[in-house]
């Protein structure tokens, strides 16, 4: 477990990295498949933070997953190196804990999903200044900073973003309304029906974000590898400003949704 922080005028975030890795060597960054699972981008999206705590009591051996043979998992898990930022926007977080609870935005008031470089600035029909205030220049927020740093220096394979508020699996393109060409392209889709055909009981829609969610999925053009956004979550809403947020308020809704995913 590390903690990086970065500073950028007078504004510091914070945020805790998990590294999960059987038997671990210094090979193993570069040899295993690399998957980057973050969380909790969104300070509202509380439950994506649950679902990062969960998975990582999995990962760890404190719970078990019901129905799961545990030897056929852990022959994947050793294949793979899996960092997990539990929470990356935790002072917007912080604003949500403290009675801002339609809160999105970072410390600062930046929609951290607007702060990358690909289409910055730009605004949608239904762009809300409010909600999508891109801050001051790309990657100008210290917590798109850090997820910036970390994606280029552990090259994922695969980052999933994971958000709440609709039952969907996205990939990119998400400043336009299509899909990459070409075989990869095609991988991903057939992936992402499969789970949620299997796991997910075809609940979500799957495709591009189509210019309305998720510009870090554009990144996939910096880095060359293969980026899954999630937006994840059942609806129960909390009203507040005539906003809604999606957030899982009874146990047993969490559980059965969090074994799903
Ligand atoms: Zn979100």
């Known amino acids: 477990m590390e903690k ?13 990295v998990v590294t999960y890795c059987q038997n671990r060597k210094e090979s193993d960054d570069r040899s295993k498949f690399r998957i980057l699972l973050s969380f909790g981008q969104h300070g509202r999206e509380l439950i994506t933070t649950e679902l990062a705590l969960r998975l990582l009591s999995i ?7 019901p129905n799961m043979d545990r030897a056929a998992l852990n022959k994947t898990l050793n294949k793979l190196v899996i960092k ?5 926007n935790w002072n917007g977080r912080k604003l949500v804990e403290a009675g801002e609870l339609c809160e999105r935005r970072n ?8 702060n990358w470089s690909v289409d910055w600035g ?15 220049a790309p990657f100008s927020e210290p917590e798109t900073q850090i997820m910036r740093k970390l994606s280029v220096s552990f090259e994922p394979h695969v980052w999933v973003n994971v958000h709440s508020g609709m039952e969907a699996l996205f990939m990119p393109y998400d400043h336009k ?15 992402l029906e499969v789970m949620n055909h299997f796991h997910l009981k075809d609940h979500c829609i799957i495709g591009s974000g189509g210019g309305s969610v998720g ?12 980026i899954l956004l999630f937006i994840w979550g059942e609806f129960s ?8 947020i999606s957030n899982l308020t009874f146990l047993n809704s969490f559980c059965s949704v969090s074994t799903d995913y």
Request: no cysteine; glycine share 8%.
């Open 215 to 226: 510009l870090v999925l554009n990144h996939i053009k910096i880095l060359s590898t293969l």
């Open 177 to 191: 309304n299509i899909t990459p060409v070409g075989l990869p392209s095609k991988m991903m889709t057939s992936m």
């Open 237 to 244: 809403f909390v009203e507040t400003k005539k906003k809604r």
């Open 122 to 136: 730009k605004k949608e029909k239904d762009y809300d200044p409010y909600e999508e205030n891109p801050g001051t």
């Open 107 to 114: 410390g600062r008031g930046v929609d951290l999903n607007r």
């Open 4 to 16: 990086i922080s970065s500073k950028n005028r007078g504004y510091g975030a914070e945020m805790t």
């Open 84 to 88: 997990v930022v539990p929470m990356e």
């Open 59 to 65: 990962l760890s051996e404190e719970e078990f997953l």
